[in-house]
C-alpha cells in the first residue's frame, strides 16, 4: 500500500505549469531535450494539458496499486483463518 500512497503523493506534486520545475507563464516555452537535441516543445496551455494527464495517470494506477495490497491482505487474512480451522 505505501507504493500507491507514493505514486498518488506523486500526482499532487505535479503542478499544472511546471516545466521542468520551472513555473511557466503566458508566452513561455517548454523544451524538451534528449541527448543534447531538442526533441520538442510545448506552450502554457499544452503543458498544463500534458501535466493534468500525468497526475490523473498517478492518481490512477496509485489507486490501483493500492486496492490491489488490500485485495491481496484480505485474502491473506482469510487463508489464515481458513487454515486455523
Do not use: Y
Not at 8 to 17: A, E
Not at 39 to 68: H, P, R, W, Y
Amino acid at each position: 500500500m505505501a507504493i500507491g500512497a507514493a505514486i498518488i503523493f506523486v500526482g499532487f506534486q505535479i503542478r499544472p505549469t511546471d516545466c521542468g520545475g520551472a513555473k511557466m507563464s503566458e508566452g513561455d516555452t517548454c523544451v524538451s531535450r534528449s541527448g543534447g537535441h531538442q526533441t520538442g516543445s510545448k506552450d502554457l496551455e499544452e503543458q498544463k494539458s500534458s501535466n493534468s494527464t500525468g497526475s490523473t495517470v498517478a492518481f490512477i494506477i496509485g489507486g490501483l496499486v493500492m486496492l490491489g495490497s488490500a485485495w491481496s491482505g484480505v485474502g491473506a487474512i482469510g487463508r489464515m483463518k481458513g487454515s486455523a480451522r
